[in-house]
């Protein structure tokens, strides 16, 4: 059920870990509520511009996202607007050229690999339907865009199910920074983690950053 703030709040607090029964339906909920939203182009414009102002003191020049599904904010348009001002540095300082990264499943050990994307990029789709980028380079992000179904304290995600980000932080050295991409409304206080869970380094949302606390 919702709160007065429009969270995701179970009808009970538990007092063990979320089953994955009780994630199952934060999750089914959270989504449901995301694809049927009636002031989508707002909260994007909102998130877009939260985005737009938390990267501009990152030192990144390689930064990994993902192509929207399900009703998940766009990360994409912001990011192109990142990468836009990297060229205009170019012109004057001699920065380094922006790149922008997609992810792609490893069918073997279930991880992602980022693949160099732009606007305009011949596009495929992958296994589970998503598209992704076609005969391009492989980046390695210094910085990852998360989509999060849901979020909770201490910067833990409530993801899909599948591992796909808990396996790949877990493999990659040196890790690459962190970043969940959220609508407010999908803070979940009940939250709690579990054993293999990473917790992401800051998460942004409609509303501004809400993790970690300033």
Known sequence: MDNKDGQCVPDSAPSQPASGHRKAGWRKALI????????????????????R??????????IGAYWPIKGEFDPLPALFRWQEAGLEEDAQS???QRRIGLPVVNKIDKTLTFYS??????ME???FGIPKPKDTEIIQ???IFVPCVGFGPGGYRLGYGGGFY??????????PFTVGLAYDFGHVPELEPEPHDVPLD???TDTGVMWPKT
């Open 53 to 62: 102002v938390w990267l501009i003191d990152r030192p990144d020049a390689v």
């Open 125 to 127: 789709e992958d296994a």
């Open 141 to 143: 992000p210094t910085l």
């Open 202 to 204: 800051a998460i942004l």
């Open 117 to 122: 994307w732009y606007p305009g990029c011949p």
């Open 32 to 51: 449901d509520k995301r694809q049927s939203l009636a002031d989508r182009a707002w909260r994007n414009d909102l998130l877009q511009r939260v985005m």
């Open 166 to 175: 808990d396996r790949t932080l877990a493999s990659l050295r040196p890790k």
């Open 94 to 96: 001699a920065a380094r």
